[in-house]
């Protein structure tokens, strides 16, 4: 049997492909001293990243500390607080567009082009938003309202998770 390198490019091919199964609930993988586990059990995420007990000691990769502000900065509380998906909610009238799947998300139809909409623009129910890709399938995503584009979440070229919000449109 070969001990071929497994490259970050495969390992992130691999995960989409699993993001995309929406059948599969688990799933774990050792090659080497390679271990993979996902799932989309919420109560699992502790078990997630562990390394094999047999496995060589690796380097894991840990978030890094949140730089501290300078003594001279504002107070933290005039600091906008990012919205992370789990706070992001369509209010009434409102639509909020979510990425159907895994993928880059693209604002434009090409390098350089215009956006497909911009914040304020108005969108009938076959404009399209943005085009979702994975694995060289570009999706395009409509609107499937007619409204106002009221906030675009995502930048150009920034990968998405499914489920995570991408625009939100006020119903005309």
Not at 56 to 62: D, F, S, W
């Amino acid at each position: 049997m070969s001990t071929k390198n497994v490259s970050i490019d495969e390992i992130k091919e691999l995960v989409e492909w699993l993001n995309v199964s929406q059948d599969i609930q688990e799933f774990s993988l050792k090659y080497g001293d390679l271990e993979v586990a996902l799932s989309r059990n919420a109560d699992s995420g502790s078990a997630m990243a562990q390394p094999s007990p047999a496995a060589t000691p690796q380097p894991q990769a840990t978030p890094a500390p949140a730089p501290s502000a300078p003594k001279d900065s504002a107070p933290a509380a005039e600091t906008p607080v990012a919205e992370t998906p789990a706070t992001i909610e369509a209010g009434e009238g409102e639509v909020l567009i979510k990425a159907p799947m895994v993928g880059t998300f693209y604002s434009s139809p090409k390098p350089g082009a215009p956006a497909f909409v911009e914040e304020g623009q108005a969108v009938e129910p076959e404009s399209v938003l943005c085009i979702i890709e994975v694995m060289k399938l570009m999706s395009n995503i409509e609107a499937k309202v007619k409204g106002t584009v009221k906030k675009i979440y995502v930048d150009d070229q920034q990968p998405v998770e499914y489920g995570q919000p991408l625009m939100l449109i006020k119903k005309a």
